[in-house]
């Protein structure tokens, strides 16, 4: 029998690919023939290439808020990622593309609309990006993570389902973890993620605050490509890691708090994992302030505290730290009130659907 076949997009960091990786992962590929559209030298590529799939690099530009003449040549760039989308799409034939967005995704979208493909788009922040909302239009149908993401999107055809997390993510094994670190059970673990990218800012506070932290936790560091520092690599206790794959589920069955940015699909995953969260959105100046929204929302439910960055320093990290930690039972508590659903299997069977039709 011929394998139905499905086209998946989205990259730029890993926010944009990590949800891609979990629904493939779900997916019985005796069943499904699936392939990938992504830049060619983005971490989708680099993501992607470990699950043994098609992959395909298209040219892609960014996709600017403000007046810059690389616009212009991003623009070419934009155009002729959408000619070899279209030109790739016209071979593989898919019964659709979901996206995650992120820029490469707005050329495979112009692509498949040209061609009159079904489109599912996911949303994962507060509100969309520039990608996505470039994208609304065309989508078939659009899932987003945020209940107040839906507002940004047209009624008939948007549903809130959650962010769909990795499943392996959820069975990790906290001695599993502890080993892999070399830590013991005698202080608790905190876990750093300053975003798929890691940040300067966070890794600067933390390092200042290093030697007071030690003395309560066990520091796991995730801090970004080229961020780990040569002349703290024999400290006890603490372990810098650029980018962590596999073992990431086993150190965070092993974390009771955790600071992060404000990237919609890590809190959501701390949010399924009961992890209290020290919230950090990147800020205004750096972004349309997506970070800020997840961040406030979160913690108006009672998942997390936030530290804005314009506010970060020694004192009020400290302080806030030690806040969510005395806080813990009841963050716990306010997270397991949450509705669960499950984003993983509504975005399959919409496959499976669009696949029948
Ligand atoms: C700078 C930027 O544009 N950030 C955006 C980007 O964040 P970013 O790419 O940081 O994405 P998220 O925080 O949403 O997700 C990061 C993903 O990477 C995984 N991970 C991270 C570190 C690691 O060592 N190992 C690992 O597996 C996390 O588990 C998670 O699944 O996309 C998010 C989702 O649209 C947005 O909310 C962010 O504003």
Same mark, same amino acid.
């Given at each position: 029998m011929e394998r139905k076949r499905i086209v998946f997009t989205g990259g730029g960091s890993a926010g944009h690919v990590t949800p891609n990786i979990a629904i493939i992962n779900e997916m019985n590929q005796e069943e499904w023939q699936i392939y990938y559209i992504g830049s060619k030298t983005g971490i989708e590529k680099e993501l992607i290439e470990k699950l043994n799939i098609s992959y395909y690099g298209i040219s892609s530009g960014k996709l600017r808020r403000y007046i810059d003449v690389e616009n212009i040549i991003d623009s070419f760039r934009v155009m002729k990622g959408c000619l070899e989308a279209r030109s790739i799409l016209k071979k593989i034939k898919p019964c659709a593309v979901f996206s995650k967005g992120g820029f490469v995704s707005v050329p495979v979208i112009i692509a498949a609309r040209s061609l009159d493909i079904p489109i599912i788009i996911h949303e994962s922040d507060y509100t969309p990006g520039l990608a996505n909302r470039i994208s609304k239009s065309f989508a078939t149908k659009v899932y987003t #993570?945020?209940?107040?993401?839906?507002?940004?999107?047209?009624?008939?055809k948007t549903r809130v389902i959650g962010s769909p997390i990795r499943r392996e993510i959820l069975t990790g094994s906290k001695k599993v973890g502890l080993d892999f670190l070399g830590f013991h059970h005698g202080l608790p673990v905190l876990t750093i993620m300053g975003g798929s990218l890691g940040s300067k800012i966070m890794n600067e506070t933390i390092r200042e605050a290093l030697p007071s932290l030690l003395k309560k936790y066990q520091i796991v560091h995730?801090?970004?490509?080229?961020?780990? #520092?040569d002349s703290l690599s024999?400290?006890?206790g603490y372990k810098q890691y650029e980018y962590i794959h596999e073992e990431l589920s086993h150190i965070l069955a092993a974390t009771e708090i955790v600071i992060t940015r404000g990237g919609s699909n890590a809190i959501f995953e701390f949010l399924a994992l009961r992890i209290p969260m020290l919230i950090i959105p990147l800020s205004k100046k750096q972004s349309r302030g997506d970070q800020l929204l997840n961040g406030r929302s979160f913690e108006a439910k009672g998942y997390a505290s936030m530290l804005e960055e314009e506010r970060l320093n020694q004192e009020t990290f400290i302080q806030l730290l030690e806040q969510v930690t005395r806080d813990k039972e009841k963050i716990i508590e306010a997270m397991k009130c949450q509705e669960e659903g499950d984003a993983l299997r509504i975005l399959l069977d919409e496959m499976e659907n669009i696949a029948s039709r």
């Open positions: #993570s945020f209940e107040e993401a839906k507002k940004h999107f047209p009624a008939n995730l801090c970004g490509k080229g961020n780990v #520092s024999n400290i006890p």
